[in-house]
């Protein structure tokens, strides 16, 4: 584990409560590939994730509590930079998505407007204040 790994461990172990996670609204699949070893997990309804900015970008965790043996966590920060890269490739490959599909477009058009609107510069909403 490096340090900087282990520093996100450890502020996602503080941070990441119980109490300040979410339980997970539909399924999460993880898998993490080495040349000699592949790591697959779920999480599903009865595990609770969290995401959050940080300082240089953002950090995401999925939890699945229980009994010792099927514990298990994944925690993953990017960097600003790689998530608004990822943001932009999302936003291009969204004709993938069933057109039909309402439910899900409208959930993520909601919170994608969410997110731009939280990240609106101050001083634009004090001049959106001043022309109403």
């Keep these: 584990m490096t340090e900087r790994t282990a520093a996100i461990a450890s502020e ?6 119980i109490a300040m996670s979410k339980p997970i609204p539909g399924k999460a699949e993880v898998a993490v590939e080495y040349p000699d070893k592949l790591y697959i997990g779920s ?5 609770r ?13 999925l939890h699945h509590g229980g009994a ?5 966590s994944v925690r993953i920060h990017l ?10 490739e999302l936003a291009a ?6 057109a039909d599909d309402t439910a899900h477009r409208t959930a993520l058009y909601t919170a994608a407007k969410a997110l731009a609107a939280a990240l609106e510069p101050a001083h634009s909403h004090a001049a959106a204040k001043q022309t109403h």
Aim: no cysteine.
């Design 79 to 88: 960097h600003t930079a790689l998530f608004a890269e990822i943001l932009r």
């Design 12 to 17: 996602a172990s503080k941070a990441n409560g």
């Design 43 to 47: 999480f599903e309804h009865s595990a």
């Design 68 to 72: 010792e043996e099927e514990r298990r």
């Design 93 to 98: 490959t969204t004709s993938a998505l069933p």
């Design 49 to 61: 994730y969290d995401a959050h900015f940080e300082q240089t970008g953002v950090a995401f965790a």
